[in-house]
């Protein structure tokens, strides 16, 4: 076992397990996004920054660090309260995100994250940028301007179900979600149907075809259920 | 020569009146403006037909369930199926709550305080409150008789403003048997004030000659759906359309055909654009919408109470349409007490609990027409799709838009009796807005604009000089 502290609280680990999940074990609550039990970590929206004071302040993604005997953490701070803040107002800004009429209002992660950290207005210009959706398949619906690139539909697809059929396509700020080399999904020739990356999805950009405003409920613990069910190599 | 330009309050939106004035002072010409401009149909593009209910109930806070039912209706058509029967009976029972806290709210909220307290009494008290404090009992009543409309629309959709539970097929849900009790138990006291205001506005009635010969008081069609028989319609039918005899001159019509018998004009003064009845011309085919186009299209009500006093309403102009437009108020009185009748009737009906309320179908259509009677008037969504269901394009004619014409003839027939001198007078102010809240507007809805009414009167000479400009926020 390895012991650390997060948040003033002395912690016990086991070793190679991740600084989010010492806490969570411990029942400190760490804010994240792209994480999802089931799923490899990937620490693309950085909204798990904690502090390693044991490394002179570094702040590191909680989801994909692993603990180190003797590892001191702060979870909580006005400093990291900041910077959450200020991913979260990017992330926002980024797309086209309008909750009172979308699908997933009153069940979406993103949203709830925002009144968690109180973010009560964003500080930087929103870019509007022209995304469409693809409502090409007959049971989903991919949104891109409600798309926080957090790559779960990507890992749920590749690691759960083996299709590989969701991955990034471009680049940088111009970097989208896409079923296979691109192209309306209702051509992909590796998708199953499964469905599990509109389960997985934290926000509406994905989304089960005709649910109207609010009506989007999601079950991204199908992810874990399905994998603790799965035996073992 | 001068302009008068005067701002518009306690109706929705912005406005903005021009009063032109010739050589010997007198009105030459009356300017309606509605100065906003939003943009739904440029950005309801490339969204999916199933969250259009959803968005363009954001169009107004008032009417969102009239844009949230005419949408639903518009998706039906793309879907191509029939809504099943309990959805159809719910969704009217969401119209009809509309139109009691809608037409509660204009005349208790926003045209009793001119009609009540006088139309040159101090402004700072000719508003919901002064009439609180005049007329308790009666404010109290009207507010009580709004909320009941509101409880309606929450009942079914979850929230009094901007529900999202009409969709494309149906709806989400059915009325629940505890809110079905308890919206029965309110019923009775609702029927009582919607008769006591219609007793109160009968009695008043001769007190208004003036104002209700000179607002809005000419010739013109009239335009609304019709139920089998001509009989009284607020969420499906025909268009019918009457001339000021009641003479019908057109009938039967599909209103998916709507372009082929109505155009629209554009004026570069104002956001809104003028439709006009196609076979009489611009500006000739000048037709109005809304309460008093219903009651003058329809033969009857089709609920006993309110056949009733439609008999009475129609001895206004010995049996001819009513033309003036001072009596869209009781137009609007009569469809309350209409609405309340045909409330009770769903309140017994057990299809409202059924659970079969949503059609499932994929894109069969690429394009589709929702029709439907607001309030304010009849409201049409048109959308095309492309196979997936994406919005391509969306044309939206509301209420305030099929009144324009008419609202700036009013405006005109105001000026020109109650301007004395070059002065915008408050009287003068008063009446402007007043004859523009006759028609009960949706500024907001009518150009998809946001925002309260503050209207504007400018006094214009004839070189375009502006003589006096009086406005209140």
């Not at chain 1, 999802?36 to 004071?53: D, S, Y």
């Not at chain 2, 219609?198 to 607002?215: D, V």
């Not at chain 2, 509301?398 to 009796?417: D, F």
């Amino acid at each position: 076992m390895i012991t650390l502290e997060i948040a003033g609280r002395q912690v016990q680990a086991l070793p190679g397990q991740t600084i989010l999940e010492a806490a969570e074990a411990a029942g400190i609550h760490i804010p994240t996004l792209c994480n999802l039990k089931g799923l490899t970590p990937r620490g693309a929206c950085r909204l798990c920054l904690v502090e390693v004071t044991s490394w002179r302040g570094k702040v590191v993604p909680s989801c994909a660090t692993v603990v180190e005997e003797g590892m001191t953490v702060v979870a909580h701070s006005a400093r990291l309260r900041e910077l959450r803040r200020t991913i979260l107002e990017l992330l926002f800004a980024e797309r086209n995100h309008i909750c009172s009429v979308c699908v997933s209002n009153g069940n979406c992660e993103l949203q709830d994250l925002a009144c968690e950290l109180g973010m009560d207005h964003v500080r930087v210009p929103y870019r509007f940028p022209a995304l469409g959706m693809d409502a090409s398949h007959a049971r989903y619906v991919v949104d891109h301007n409600r798309c926080v690139l957090c790559g779960r539909c990507v890992r749920a697809c590749s690691e759960i179900e083996g299709a590989m059929t969701w991955g990034f396509a471009h680049r940088g700020v111009d970097t989208v979600v896409a079923t296979d080399a691109g192209g309306p999904w209702v051509d992909s020739s590796t998708c199953t149907e499964c469905g599990k990356c509109v389960e997985a999805c934290p926000t509406g950009a994905l989304l089960d075809k005709g649910t109207s405003v609010a009506e989007q409920v999601k079950d991204p613990e199908v992810v874990s259920r399905v994998t603790e069910r799965r035996p073992r190599a | 020569m001068e302009n008068i330009r005067i701002p518009v309050t306690r109706v929705e939106g912005h406005g903005l009146i021009t009063l032109k004035l010739d050589d010997g002072g007198e009105v030459s010409d009356a300017r309606f403006h509605v100065t906003e401009a939003r943009g739904f149909e440029r950005f309801c593009r490339g969204r999916a037909l199933w969250e259009m209910p959803g968005i363009t109930a954001r169009i107004c806070g008032i009417c969102p369930a009239s844009h949230l039912l005419c949408s639903a209706k518009a998706g039906d058509a793309i879907l191509a199926v029939r809504v099943p029967r309990a959805a159809d009976k719910l969704r009217r029972l969401m119209n009809l709550g509309q139109y009691v806290q809608s037409h509660a709210l204009s005349f208790f909220h926003l045209s009793a305080p001119d009609l009540l307290l006088g139309w040159d009494s101090d402004p700072a008290k000719r508003n919901v409150l002064g009439l609180a404090e005049d007329s308790p009992e009666l404010a109290l009543k009207g507010i009580r008789l709004r909320a009941f409309g509101q409880e309606i629309i929450e009942a079914l959709g979850g929230r009094r403003v901007h529900p999202a539970w009409a969709v494309p097929g149906g709806v989400r849900s059915p009325l629940p048997a505890e809110a079905r009790d308890r919206l029965a138990a309110e019923l009775p006291a609702a029927r009582r004030t919607a008769e006591d205001a219609l007793a109160l506005f009968e009695k008043h009635l001769p007190e208004w000659q003036e104002e209700a010969e000179t607002f809005g008081a000419f010739p013109s069609l009239f335009l609304s759906l019709v139920g089998p028989g001509n009989v009284w319609e607020h969420h499906d039918g025909l268009l019918r359309v009457v001339d000021e005899q009641r003479r019908p001159v057109a009938e039967g019509i599909d209103p998916a055909r709507y372009f082929d018998y109505v155009g629209e004009a554009v004026e570069g003064w104002s956001y809104l654009k003028f439709p006009y009845w196609k076979a009489h011309g611009y500006p000739d085919g000048l037709y109005r919408v809304g309460p008093l186009a219903r009651l003058n299209c329809c033969d009857s009500m089709g609920t006993p109470l309110a056949d009733e006093v439609l008999g009475r309403f129609r001895k206004v102009a010995d049996g001819e349409a009513v033309t003036g437009s001072f009596y869209y108020h009781y137009a609007r009185l009569i469809e309350i007490l209409a609405s309340l009748e045909r409330i009770e009737g769903y309140l017994g009906d057990d299809d409202l609990q059924s659970e079969r309320v949503r059609a499932d179908a994929g894109i069969n259509e690429l394009e589709g027409v929702g029709v439907h009677e607001a309030p304010r008037g009849t409201l049409l969504h048109h959308y095309w799709v492309d196979e997936n269901g994406i919005i391509e394009r969306a044309n939206l004619i509301v209420s305030t838009g099929h009144n324009n014409l008419a609202m700036n003839r009013t405006v005109a027939q105001i000026g020109r009796h109650y301007l004395t001198g070059q002065k915008v007078t408050e009287g003068l102010l008063n009446r402007l807005e007043g004859g523009i809240r006759a028609y009960d507007p949706c500024l907001s809805c009518s150009v998809h604009a946001a925002g309260s009414m503050p209207l504007k009167v400018r006094l214009e000479g004839p070189d375009g000089e502006i003589i006096d400009e009086k406005g209140r926020r």
